[in-house]
């Protein structure tokens, strides 16, 4: 989170966490470097055609990009379970990010954890940030008991501008259609955007897919991200 106006010439920190980490990419040193874990949890990403970019960055020396004219790039997480690290004492979960976006054919997703069973069909369970065709953010928590909703930002982040995105799913033990408490708070360049949101990450999930840069959809064209991502931390 950053408490700037000017979060791209001045990236200074008023929570930066590095104590409590679960996988923390920095997109550093180059193209085999940029796919280490940072966090000391030993996840290390594999790659599928993604890039190391020096010359679009926020921390470090790089960062991890997606051509704008290809499809197919991006990187996969192992070993990660969205529900342990959410429901872990109770204090939830949160993904930040620095993400730059370029262009998308339709719904590029900047990180989709999933349990589709194959890279070819739909999952029932999702946790999901992606820009829209017409440059809109969204996010969605699909869990397969509660109605499908998702939110939307306002305005366009087609605008090959870095963007700080902090998404905190908070902690609730309740469950069902009308559960409650599991509230979302998303910070962009350090503004808390107030939302209301409240959908849980549900048990049991085996979470076959943790990508950064495409998403479960991506007949047509849907689902790669364009664009680049920077110090991405759970």
Not at 1 to 8: A, E, L, M, R, S
Request: net charge neutral.
């Amino acid at each position: 989170w950053f408490k700037t106006n000017d979060p791209q010439n001045n990236p200074t920190s008023f929570f930066n966490d590095t104590t409590n980490l679960e996988a923390w990419y920095r997109f550093d040193g180059g193209a085999t470097n940029m796919l280490l874990d940072s966090s000391g949890k030993g996840r290390s990403l594999t790659n599928n055609g993604a890039t190391f970019d020096s010359n679009n960055r926020i921390t470090g020396n790089g960062s991890l990009a997606m051509n704008s004219t290809a499809n197919e790039q991006y990187v996969s997480i192992s070993s990660l379970n969205p529900f342990n690290i959410w429901s872990s004492n109770g204090n939830g979960m949160t993904i930040s990010f620095w993400g730059r976006f370029v262009s998308t054919g339709q719904n590029g997703r900047i990180f989709d954890f999933n349990n589709a069973s194959s890279t070819s069909t739909n999952p029932t369970v999702s946790i999901t940030m992606y820009i829209g065709t017409t440059g809109n953010l969204s996010l969605y928590i699909l869990n397969n008991v509660q109605t499908f909703s998702q939110f939307t930002f306002t305005g366009n982040f087609l605008t090959s501008s870095f963007y700080n995105i902090v998404w905190t799913i908070n902690y609730s033990n309740s469950t069902g259609v009308n559960a409650t408490g599991a509230t979302s708070t998303v910070y962009i360049n350090g503004v808390n955007q107030n939302i209301s949101y409240d959908k849980y990450i549900p048990a049991g999930t085996t979470w076959n897919y943790l990508w950064l840069g495409r998403g479960a959809w991506t007949s047509a064209g849907d689902g790669f991200l364009k664009g680049n991502i920077d110090d991405f931390r759970i």
